[in-house]
């Protein structure tokens, strides 16, 4: 048996995700000054409230490149 199409949501498979990657964590606390790289471990970091939308099309791209430039600074650093 089918649900009618008035029940439906409009976009089903798009919906909130509720873990960050671990770069994503660590970029959101430095932002908030929770964090230091310096002096904190990657291990154990504190929860972080999420609140993204998976989003498609150019801003995808955008969020992917930042995240690409994110990770190419945080491996010239480690060098």
Same mark, same amino acid.
């Given at each position: 048996?089918?649900?009618?199409?008035?029940?439906? #949501? !409009?976009?089903?498979?798009?919906? @909130?995700?509720?873990?960050?990657?671990?770069?994503?964590?660590?970029?959101?606390?430095?932002?908030? #000054?929770?964090?230091?790289?310096?002096?904190?471990?990657?291990?154990?970091?504190?929860?972080?409230?999420?609140?993204?939308? !998976?989003?498609? #099309?150019?801003?995808?791209?955008? !969020?992917?490149?930042?995240?690409? @430039?994110?990770?190419?600074?945080?491996?010239?650093?480690?060098?």
């Amino acid at each position: 048996m089918s649900i009618h199409s008035s029940l439906k #949501g !409009i976009d089903t498979l798009a919906g @909130e995700r509720s873990v960050l990657t671990r770069v994503e964590r660590i970029a959101k606390l430095t932002k908030d #000054g929770k964090f230091k790289a310096d002096d904190a471990s990657v291990y154990g970091l504190p929860k972080v409230r999420t609140k993204y939308k !998976i989003v498609s #099309g150019k801003k995808a791209k955008a !969020i992917a490149k930042e995240r690409e @430039e994110a990770l190419k600074e945080k491996g010239a650093k480690k060098k």
